[in-house]
């Protein structure tokens, strides 16, 4: 299952996609795709509405973020090979986490204000949304607690984060910085998380091109790792870390009127425009 939140920014409705790719509005079955309605019981519930008789939303129609009311972005670090590779850092032992701002958060398609860093930068994640509360969990147990995936763009401001005392929620929190989706996959749709290819172009020209099969840490060991120091909820957000490509691997890093497309497998594409 495929969960949208569609329309003006701060006044999404909830909506899925069906197997045509069309959008159909799921307003008249719940008032949101909120934290309360990724609990097992109430996807379950939206699993079983047939999407031909939904009300389909005009083509067009901006897309927000898949799930509102995030209260939690929690980033990790240096979980790709290629990537601690590319910049030069040992490989962590244990997961690197820091925060996002939920100021952050954009829709898929929504402008990327640059904030007037001198290093403003991209990333390709897959993003892992809490479904079940999980506190303490196992690993083997982990993934039961995993609502769905989205694709994200861990945008990054890296002279802030980097060149102003080394706090990276610094340089990764300003308006924009945070784009997801354009859907919420069901987990039951993403049986490996392993196994996703994902990608940026800048512009038209490929930058990233990774596989989730490259993290050190998978989904699994990181739901499980957080959760023994933090008690996560239902619509939390786990961004995973990048593959290699990055612009501050490059030397590269964006400017005003460029574009980005970025995608993982199964999840949907994104399309930014720098402003």
Known sequence: MKLVRWGAKGAESPGLVDAQGTVRDLSHHCADIGPEMLLPDRLARLARIDPAGLPEVPAGTRLGTPVGGIRNIIGIGLNYRDHAAETGATLPAEPVVFSKHVGA??????PLPSPGCAKLDYEVELAVVIGAPAWRVSEAAALSHVAGYMTANDVSARDWQIERGGQWVKGKSAPGFCPLGPWL???DEVPDPQVLRLW?????????????ADMVFGVAVLVSYLS???ALEAGDVILTGTPAGVGMGRG????????????????????????
């Open 105 to 110: 958060l954009a829709g898929p398609f929504d």
């Open 185 to 187: 996959v069901t987990a």
């Open 200 to 212: 940026t172009e800048v512009n038209g020209e490929r930058r990233q091109n990774g596989t989730t």
């Open 228 to 230: 023994n120091f933090m």
């Open 252 to 275: 590269e890093f964006l400017k005003p009127g460029d574009r980005l497309e970025l995608s993982v497998d199964g999840l949907g594409r994104q399309g930014i425009t720098v402003t």
